[in-house]
């Protein structure tokens, strides 16, 4: 069983939309939030990236920083540019480069996530949960949705395409990053039990990205408790805000990585090292991108191969090592080239498929880099079935578009 429950968000007004919502926090360097707030003065990115208020060089996660959100949003409440709606769902929709998903903005629960029903597939970082459990508390408000997905239901994906058809938008318009963004608000009870009941079916959701603001509404519920002495069931902060799409629907592209050295081997070395695992060979196309599972695109002396993972290492019973990113870690990027630990690493770095293999080109001929790996992207149902062994994929595995608008809908404590 999976709760989901309608809540009473705060969302901007209709001719505000474009002028508020904006890009999820953590994707932005600190000269984008300046000058999007500086073309866009009512951004939301005032809440969720308060930092931009100072001058610079302030400590991002301070107190000081945390209370300039909370003030901010207390403005914009007070300026009515968002106002607050009675308990509904809303159906959200994003279309990008001709693919959309369709899905729900609700509350789902803190209880059901430390119970596991919730599935997650990462571990997060200490300084990251405080960082969001502190923006919770102090705002008494959650900002950014968790991104979940479900294993593809037709009973749920009939009731919100029909009622699509039948209903008028709230929001409809083009972002700057080109996708097409539309919502609807589901107000009326009977629609309201009729979703609830549906996803009420599925046996469990599971994080898609957004690990840390799960983490960190479980955090802050703990921490509220603590600080009244008591335990209120009926309380908001017992349910975090989440955006929730179908496998099926949802486009995970390439995570790629780049090397700075081949760690003290020729060429010939390396390829013959790697030879060891991979069947190496000259790609037909350049640049490569794998046509499958454990195929990856090599890039190495202004020249692309492709590598096949031979099936003593990719033919395992166990769905984390039978993973690309886990199968290029292991039998590659360690032995071969002493990445043993790629979170801290230094030498290596890792682009998202947004970018491009041009990119890859780029950092490697323009910064004098080793070599790049281009990657298949990770198919939704292999992050399903980590999660519901209970283990952990390794470390940038998933690259996620489109990226879910911030400032749709907030979830007021």
């Known amino acids: 069983m999976s709760v989901v429950r309608p809540f009473k968000a705060l969302r901007p007004v209709k001719n505000m939309v474009e002028e508020f919502s904006c890009p999820p ?4 360097e600190e000269n984008e939030v300046r000058e999007i707030v500086k073309n866009h003065p009512e951004s939301f990115l005032r809440v969720t990236r308060a ?30 540019i968002i106002v607050q709606d009675s308990p509904c769902f809303y159906i959200y929709r ?4 001709g693919k959309s998903q369709t899905g729900l903005f609700a509350t789902v629960s803190v209880d059901e996530y430390d119970q596991g029903k919730i599935k997650k597939h990462e571990l997060t970082r200490q300084d990251k949960e405080d960082d969001r459990a502190m923006h919770i508390e102090i705002l008494n408000a959650q900002t950014g949705p968790v991104f979940l997905t479900y294993k593809s239901d037709p009973e749920i994906k009939n009731i919100l395409i029909d009622f699509t058809e039948k209903s008028e ?18 107000s009326e009870n009977s629609d309201i039990e009729k979703i609830r009941l549906a996803f009420s079916k599925l046996e469990a959701l599971y994080i898609a990205d957004g690990h840390h ?15 009244t002495g008591k335990k209120d069931e009926n309380a908001e902060y017992n349910y975090f805000l989440a955006a929730m799409f179908p496998h099926d629907e949802m486009r995970v592209l390439d995570y790629n990585r780049v090397v700075k050295d081949l760690n003290g081997l020729s060429s010939d070395e390396f390829i013959k090292k790697i030879s060891d695992s991979f069947v190496v060979e000259e790609a037909s196309d350049s ?8 195929n990856f695109g090599m890039y ?6 492709k590598l096949t993972a031979k099936k003593e290492i990719s033919e395992k019973n166990d769905p984390v090592q039978e993973l690309d990113v886990y199968i290029l870690q292991e039998y590659l990027l360690n032995p071969v080239l002493g990445i043993e630990n790629p979170r801290k690493d230094s030498r290596i770095h890792f682009l998202g498929g947004i970018r491009g293999l041009n990119a890859l080109e780029e950092w490697i001929d323009g910064k004098n880099w080793g070599v790049a790996f281009s990657m298949f992207p990770t198919p939704l149902e292999q992050l399903i079935n980590v999660a519901d062994a209970g283990k952990i994929m390794p470390p940038k595995s998933t690259w996620f ?3 879910l608008r911030s400032g749709l809908v907030i979830h007021k404590l």
């Open 25 to 28: 926090y953590d994707v932005l």
């Open 51 to 80: 930092e931009v208020e100072f001058s610079g060089g302030d400590d991002p996660h301070s107190e000081a920083v945390y209370k300039k959100a909370s003030e901010n949003l207390r403005t914009y409440e007070e300026k009515g």
């Open 94 to 97: 994003e279309t990008w480069r």
């Open 169 to 186: 938008k709230i929001y409809d318009f083009t972002d700057e990053n080109s996708v097409h963004q539309e919502m609807w608000r589901v």
């Open 213 to 227: 603001r799960a983490a960190a509404a479980s955090r802050a519920q703990k921490n509220i408790e603590a600080k």
């Open 287 to 294: 640049p490569y991108s794998p046509e499958n599972v454990h």
């Open 300 to 305: 190495l002396n202004k020249k692309w191969y």
């Open 401 to 403: 578009e489109p990226k």
